[in-house]
């Protein structure tokens, strides 16, 4: 049974950081690639971090430079470090495996929540 435990959400003010835990268990982590997703409120839930099983990364230009996505697949657990935080990166995230269409291809965790502060 697959399983993805997110952690590490909270409130912060602007211009604050955060690390966020993606903890995968039931799948063979390594082979993987992985993603941090993200859904503000009355929006759809969107890839923005991407790292492959190689370790190639990408982003979305909405993050770029400022979201760094790292793996250790001895943990079977996925990071993503968010800095210079804006009012606009308040949402639900998430992580999966992304598929067809940067579909999350496993069941969704319960997410951690990211609310950024003026």
């Known amino acids: 049974q697959v399983q993805l435990v997110e952690s590490g959400g909270g409130l912060v003010q602007a211009g604050g950081s955060l690390r966020l835990s993606c903890a995968a268990s039931g799948i063979i982590f390594s082979g993987h690639t992985m993603g941090w997703y993200r859904q503000a409120p009355g929006k759809q839930r969107e890839l923005v971090a991407r790292?492959?099983?190689?370790?190639?990364?990408n982003y979305a230009d909405s993050v770029k430079g400022r979201f760094t996505i790292s793996r250790d697949n001895v943990k079977n657990t996925m990071y993503l470090q968010i800095n210079s935080l804006k009012l606009e990166d308040t949402a639900v995230y998430y992580c999966?495996?992304?598929?067809?269409?940067?579909?999350?291809?496993?069941?969704w965790g319960q997410g951690t929540q990211v609310t950024v502060s003026s």
């Open positions: 790292i492959f099983s190689s370790g190639t990364t």
């Open positions: 999966n495996a992304p598929g067809v269409g940067l579909r999350g291809i496993y069941s």
